[in-house]
């Protein structure tokens, strides 16, 4: 049974910086594809990076470039989100998503395993 458990989220003032981690089980960790999604009150949930299992290549939607990192330890079948200078329009429930696809994945129907989710709420 895979789990993908997220884990890292709170309250943090803007500009502040937070650490998501989402712990997977149940499947080849280093061989699948890893995503993190928000989802707005109000929104649907959005893409915002993810990390190939072939060569570790990470992609991150525009609002998020140079503010986000994601990366992943195989070795702790762990998947992080470093988030920098964050701002209230971040503020979400994040989800880590995985798939065995080789290649980068930015539509949520794509994946085939999702976390519950963790909230991340930046005040201004």
């Known amino acids: 049974q895979v789990q993908l458990v997220e884990s890292g989220g709170g309250l943090v003032q803007a500009g502040g910086s937070l650490r998501l981690s989402c712990a997977a089980s149940?499947?080849?960790?280093?061989?699948?594809?890893m995503g993190w999604f928000r989802q707005a009150p109000g929104k649907g949930r959005a893409f915002v990076a993810a990390?190939?299992?072939?060569?570790?290549?990470?992609t991150y939607t525009d609002s998020v470039k140079g503010r986000f990192t994601i990366s992943r330890d195989n070795a702790k079948n762990t998947v992080y989100l470093e988030m920098n200078t964050l701002k209230p329009e971040d503020t979400a429930v994040y989800y880590c998503?995985?798939?065995?696809?080789?290649?980068?994945?930015?539509?949520?129907?794509?994946?085939?395993?999702w976390g519950q989710g963790t909230q991340v709420t930046v005040s201004s």
């Open positions: 149940g499947l080849t960790f280093s061989r699948y594809t």
């Open positions: 990390i190939t299992w072939t060569d570790d290549r990470p």
């Open positions: 998503a995985a798939d065995s696809a080789a290649y980068t994945i930015v539509r949520t129907g794509s994946y085939s395993y």
